[in-house]
């Protein structure tokens, strides 16, 4: 039975595989019910001085960017030590770090309290997001990898559905601060799982030298290793094997870390745009309260929905071809939006827009955490996440600063409609490589961590 046959049949990987998808797509929902909840709340702390005193919208765009700037540091020191340190260790130190950051927030009675904890709060939420993709990168099986990747960043956009859902129904009754104690929770409920549940990577135990922790950890999961290549003696230029950062600035990744870093900025900054100012911008256009917070779980619902259905695309035809077709829907999707047209057809415009945005993202996170080898794989989705997290901090700072200047929604959504198009350019230039299989190549770290597995197998 070969490998891939093995993958497909071994009961304990396939329930190793649930219960890992399942973490870190938990994990993920409340990266997007924090992103979303804010949104939900602007319309309140703009009205209410009493809650942490007056705000303009360019000071409420503000606050919803100083989470991002937090998930960029996150999501930056994940990938200087993730490729290092190991994906679980990560994983269960930032579930608890958020968790604590959500609780903490809803006791704030102050502006510059309120910015502060959202920050701290990004550094979990970052950590967690770059951490995700390297993991399922290496437990997925090969054909299947986006799949069980979008499943996995899906939990963003089910996480924004959650929040929307929530304010919808409970804020008249519990507020906001019962909105971001909800989002404490994974600190008793998930990481309690995640100390049982979630093991360490046998690729990246391998890729660092650890090959007996690696044995160890597929004959208790059902996890496959990597398949050996036969020993050979290492090269002087190995020793100096660059690995997490040092390994994107090398000739082999650089322009396209840099045109991937692009792509994530794109989507992104649709992302957190969008989800901070679509309840106000629809407000203003006349819709009321529940219409606009509808509109916010519209959007999200169709990441969800169309996220999956794209993954699927992107196993059989290519994820680099899907990610410029969902940007170009984004763009078309959005000038529509300037259009008075029903609110069924509306509705259904702010769906595919929910795709060519948040789905997007789910798609480049496979695209990347696929591109990398597994010595720069955490570095490589650290850095998507991180870089593209400017562009997170831009999409409210920009959506702010149009809805305090007044300008209509209509130039508004062109605005964001150039940016879809600007990321569908980008994507085309990303140069198509092999290099994002989970087996390393010949020579190459994993591949001498393989090595010494077989030969102490043959011992």
Not at 304 to 328: K, N, P
């Amino acid at each position: 039975m070969n490998a891939q046959a093995h993958r497909h049949v071994d009961p304990r990987h396939r329930n190793s595989l649930r219960w890992i998808v399942g973490i870190a797509a938990v994990a993920l929902v409340f990266d997007g019910y924090d992103l979303v909840v804010y949104g939900t709340i602007v319309p309140t702390l703009l009205r209410d001085p009493g809650q942490l005193g007056a705000l303009t919208p360019g000071q409420a765009g503000a606050l919803g960017s100083y989470a991002l700037m937090g998930v960029l540091v996150g999501a930056l020191v994940a990938g200087a030590i993730g490729d290092r340190v190991g994906r679980r260790r990560i994983m269960l130190v930032n579930i608890a770090w958020f968790s604590i950051g959500m609780g903490l927030t809803a006791t704030t009675t102050s502006y510059t309290t309120f910015g502060v904890l959202r920050f701290l709060t990004g550094i979990g939420v970052g950590a967690l997001v770059a951490t995700a993709g390297a993991l399922i990168a290496e437990f997925a099986p090969p054909d299947r990898r986006h799949f069980y990747n979008a499943i996995v960043y899906s939990g963003v956009p089910a996480g924004g559905v959650l929040a929307a859902l929530l304010a919808l129904l409970t804020s008249d009754s519990i507020g906001w601060r019962g909105l971001f104690l909800i989002g404490a929770l994974p600190i008793v409920l998930l990481l309690p799982a995640a100390l049982l549940r979630l093991p360490e990577s046998p690729t990246w135990l391998l890729a660092r030298g650890h090959a007996e922790r690696a044995r160890r950890v597929s004959e208790r999961t059902g996890i496959p290793l990597p398949d050996a290549a036969p020993a050979q003696p290492a090269r002087p230029h190995e020793a100096k094997e660059k690995v997490g950062f040092a390994a994107l600035a090398t000739r082999r990744y650089a322009l396209a870390t840099f045109l991937l870093g692009l792509m994530s900025f794109s989507g992104l900054l649709l992302t957190y745009g969008l989800n901070t100012w679509l309840p106000e911008i629809m407000g203003r256009n006349g819709y009321g309260p529940s219409y606009s917070l509808s509109f916010l779980l519209t959007l999200n619902g169709g990441a969800i929905v169309g996220g999956l259905l794209a993954s699927r695309s992107a196993d059989r035809l290519g994820a680099q071809r899907v990610i410029a077709a969902t940007f170009g829907l984004a763009a078309v999707s959005l000038a529509l939006l300037t259009f008075q047209l029903p609110l069924a057809v509306l509705l259904a415009l702010v769906a595919v827009a929910g795709v060519g945005t948040l789905g997007t993202q789910v798609l480049i996170y496979g695209f990347v955490s696929h591109y990398y080898d597994t010595v720069s794989r955490a570095a490589g989705v650290a850095w998507c996440a991180g870089f593209g997290r400017l562009g997170g901090i831009v999409g409210p700072v920009v959506g702010g600063a149009l809805v305090g200047a007044g300008v209509p929604p209509t130039y508004t959504f062109y605005v964001f409609a150039g940016v879809g198009i600007a990321g569908l350019l980008v994507t085309g230039f990303v140069p198509r490589r092999a290099a994002a299989s989970a087996a390393a190549a010949p020579g190459t770290r994993t591949d001498r961590g393989a090595s010494v597995l077989e030969h102490e197998r043959a011992s």
